[in-house]
């Protein structure tokens, strides 16, 4: 008996899902940050239309219930390329030549949490970003103090290339290949093998 299909869709940000997706990730950087909105750091979700159009470059994808229509999660690319200061300097060398992606803004309502919807989300990223072509590789950072983020990252095969939690970016740096296949190590960073995430099925939407 064939696997019943997931309670949500995945599809790219639209003028319908504009709200809600803010919500989510106002909501999550808030509560699992503790951060206070900050109109520079925070302008990509503060104006997410315009800075992730929907191209190869950039996109924003949103989980949305199939009953109710909500915005459960949030999961977007960018260009890596990254700012000096925090950023470990071999980071910063490796990620200038615009080959690679930035993972941003993976967030998951409270209430949709533990039903593979982060893992859905992420799957899809990496679906899209292997077809578009754009990126050899795909970058993330993240926090030890957020709730489970580490273990998330770990758990999908991510290999950490730099951690710094200890520093001033207080992060730990992963990379996936954009195809999912192992890929290079950083240099500076250990190497693991990432293993091929099981990707979802993305429905693009005609709105807006």
Not at 170 to 187: D, H, I, L, Q
Request: charged share 20%; with cysteine; hydrophobic share 40%.
């Amino acid at each position: 008996m064939p696997d019943a299909p997931p309670p949500w869709s995945v599809q790219l940000l639209s003028p319908a899902t504009l709200a809600g997706a803010q919500e989510v990730m106002r909501t999550c950087i808030a509560r699992d940050f503790g951060a206070a909105h900050d109109p520079v750091v925070h302008a990509d979700v503060d104006d997410p239309l315009h800075r992730y159009p929907g191209t190869a470059e950039a996109f924003l994808l949103v989980a949305v219930d199939a009953g109710s229509g909500e915005v459960l999660g949030t999961a977007g690319l960018r260009d890596g390329r990254l700012r000096p200061g925090a950023t470990p300097p071999h980071l910063l060398e490796r990620y200038a030549d615009g080959r690679t992606g930035q993972l941003v803004r993976v967030y998951v309502a409270a209430a949709a949490r533990r039903r593979g919807t982060a893992r859905a989300l992420v799957a899809a990223v990496r679906e899209r970003a292997a077809a578009d072509g754009r990126y050899e590789r795909l970058a993330l950072h993240a926090y030890r103090h957020s709730p489970g983020a580490v273990a998330f990252w770990e758990a999908l095969g991510a290999r950490v290339v730099a951690d710094d939690s200890a520093g001033p970016s207080r992060s730990v740096f992963y990379e996936f290949t954009s195809s999912g296949s192992a890929g290079s190590p950083a240099p500076g960073g250990p190497s693991q093998t990432s293993p091929e995430v099981s990707a979802s099925r993305l429905r693009r939407t005609s709105e807006g």
